[in-house]
């Protein structure tokens, strides 16, 4: 018997279902999108960099509930996620994926900077051994910016850590 852990009043409930596209149609001002939670919006073709109108749009498809398929009247075909189209139906889902993003810097940074102060280092000089300025240290230590990937390994080198170790916590 399925469990019914997570239902209400014996409904078992799809996990991650508000992220399921179900329909999209392009219109004249651009592609109209539903969501399985009843959420729908509108993608301008303005925001769509491979598309700028209607009229370069050659094919719609959505071969699963995650990602929509555009192909130009070029031929060339390209992937819109549903992260991306999610917050042109949702005006909640931007702030809570950039709050979640913030957390994630501020996590990042708590950890450059307990490990930089446990090895006894100023940021002037983990920024002189990472190759990096201090002020773009500052501002990672903070979880103001994101490091690109070559400069979170550089700052892992440059600490004595493997990069897992500056992106996730021991457990």
Same mark, same amino acid.
């Not at 001002?29 to 598309?51: M, N, S, T, W």
């Not at 109108?53 to 094919?59: N, Y």
């Given at each position: +018997? !399925?469990? +019914?852990a997570?239902?209400?009043r014996?409904?078992?409930?799809?996990?991650n279902?508000d992220?399921?596209?179900?329909?999209?149609s392009p219109?004249?001002?651009?592609?109209?999108?539903?969501?399985? @939670?009843g959420?729908?919006?509108?993608?301008?073709f303005a @925001?769509?960099?491979e598309?700028?109108?209607?009229?370069?749009?050659s094919?719609?498809?959505?071969?699963?509930p995650?990602?929509?398929?555009l192909?130009?009247?070029?031929?060339e075909?390209f992937?819109i !996620?549903? @992260?991306?189209?999610?917050?042109?139906?949702?005006?909640?889902?931007?702030?809570?994926?950039?709050?979640i993003? +913030?957390?994630?810097?501020?996590?990042?940074?708590?950890?450059?900077?307990?490990?930089r102060?446990s090895?006894?280092?100023?940021?002037?000089?983990?920024?002189?051994?990472?190759?990096?300025?201090?002020?773009?240290?500052?501002?990672?230590?903070?979880g103001?910016?994101?490091?690109?990937?070559k400069?979170?390994?550089?700052?892992?080198q440059?600490?004595?850590?493997?990069?897992?170790?500056?992106?996730?916590? !021991?457990?």
């Amino acid at each position: +018997m !399925p469990s +019914m852990a997570g239902s209400s009043r014996g409904a078992v409930l799809v996990k991650n279902a508000d992220r399921m596209m179900t329909l999209a149609s392009p219109l004249d001002e651009g592609i109209e999108l539903h969501f399985a @939670d009843g959420r729908k919006g509108l993608i301008p073709f303005a @925001d769509v960099p491979e598309l700028r109108e209607r009229a370069d749009l050659s094919s719609l498809e959505l071969p699963n509930p995650y990602e929509m398929v555009l192909e130009t009247v070029s031929g060339e075909r390209f992937e819109i !996620p549903w @992260d991306f189209a999610r917050h042109y139906c949702d005006e909640s889902y931007r702030p809570t994926v950039e709050a979640i993003a +913030m957390r994630g810097r501020q996590t990042l940074g708590e950890r450059v900077r307990r490990f930089r102060e446990s090895a006894g280092l100023t940021q002037e000089a983990l920024a002189s051994a990472a190759n990096m300025g201090r002020v773009t240290l500052v501002r990672i230590e903070r979880g103001e910016q994101s490091p690109r990937y070559k400069t979170l390994t550089t700052l892992a080198q440059a600490l004595g850590r493997g990069v897992s170790e500056l992106l996730v916590d !021991p457990v």
